[in-house]
T-cell receptor, first 111, second 112 residues
C-alpha cells in the first residue's frame, strides 16, 4: 500500500486559513488522494478527494502538486468545529478500495 | 436520511468470549466495510463486503469473521476475545466498492 506522511499536529487560529500538508512520494498513476477527518468520539468523515487537478467543495479545497507527490488540504476559514484528526489517504479504485489510514494530523483551533 | 447505524454503541466482554457487532448501511449502499481503531491510531481495515460477497480482507486472524445479509446490513464476529481486541469498531458503507465512504460512530468494545 502506498504510504502518506503528515505532520503529527498543527495549530490554527479561528477564522484563519489552514494548510494541511501530505507527502506521498510513492503514489501510483491509479491512486486517488482522499482526505477524511475524525472528530472526537465520531467515525471518520469524508472531506474531499482528487486525482490530478485541484478540487473544491463546500468543506475544503485540495491542491495537488504537478508531480502528484504531495498535496495540501486547505480549510479557508477554520472554526472550532474543524478541530479533528485529518487523514490523507491514497486509494486505488481498481482493488477492494480499502482505506489505509496513517496516524493523521491533529488540528487544534484556538480563539 | 439515517446515516450508518451501528449497534451496540458500547459493550464489555470477558477474555475468551465471543462478540457480534452489527451495522446497517445507508439506504441504497451495497458495500460495507469494517475497521478497527485502537486508541491513538488510525482505523485499520478488517473486511469489505459488496453484494454479500467478501471483496477484501485485512491482516486480521481467523477469529475475525463477517457477513453481509440480503438487505446489505452486516455483522462482524470476533471469537476467543483477547485484551488486545479492545478498540473502536467502525462500519462504513458506500454505493459501490469504489465510491466515497460514510462511517458510523462505531462500537466501543472493551475486553477485560
Amino acid at each position: 500500500d502506498a504510504k502518506t506522511t503528515q505532520p503529527n499536529s498543527m495549530e490554527s487560529n479561528e477564522e484563519e486559513p489552514v494548510h494541511l500538508p501530505c507527502n506521498h512520494s510513492t503514489i501510483s498513476g491509479t491512486d486517488y488522494i482522499h482526505w477524511y477527518r475524525q472528530l472526537p468520539s465520531q467515525g471518520p468523515e469524508y472531506v474531499i478527494h482528487g486525482l490530478t487537478s485541484n478540487v473544491n467543495n463546500r468543506m475544503a479545497s485540495l491542491a495537488i502538486a504537478e508531480d502528484r507527490k504531495s498535496s495540501t488540504l486547505i480549510l479557508h476559514r477554520a472554526t472550532l468545529r474543524d478541530a479533528a484528526v485529518y487523514y490523507c489517504i491514497l486509494r486505488d479504485t481498481g482493488t477492494a478500495s480499502k482505506l489505509t489510514f496513517g496516524t493523521g494530523t491533529r488540528l487544534q483551533v484556538t480563539l | 436520511d439515517a446515516g450508518v447505524t451501528q449497534s451496540p454503541t458500547h459493550l464489555i466482554k470477558t477474555r475468551g468470549q465471543h462478540v457480534t457487532l452489527r451495522c446497517s448501511p445507508i439506504s441504497g449502499h451495497k458495500s460495507v466495510s469494517w475497521y478497527q481503531q485502537v486508541l491513538g491510531q488510525g482505523p485499520q481495515f478488517i473486511f469489505q463486503y459488496y453484494e454479500k460477497e467478501e471483496r477484501g480482507r485485512g491482516n486480521f486472524p481467523d477469529r475475525f469473521s463477517a457477513r453481509q445479509f440480503p438487505n446489505y446490513s452486516s455483522e462482524l464476529n470476533v471469537n476467543a476475545l483477547l485484551l488486545g481486541d479492545s478498540a473502536l469498531y467502525l462500519c462504513a458503507s458506500s454505493l459501490s466498492g469504489g465510491s466515497g465512504y460514510t462511517f458510523g460512530s462505531g462500537t466501543r468494545l472493551t475486553v477485560v
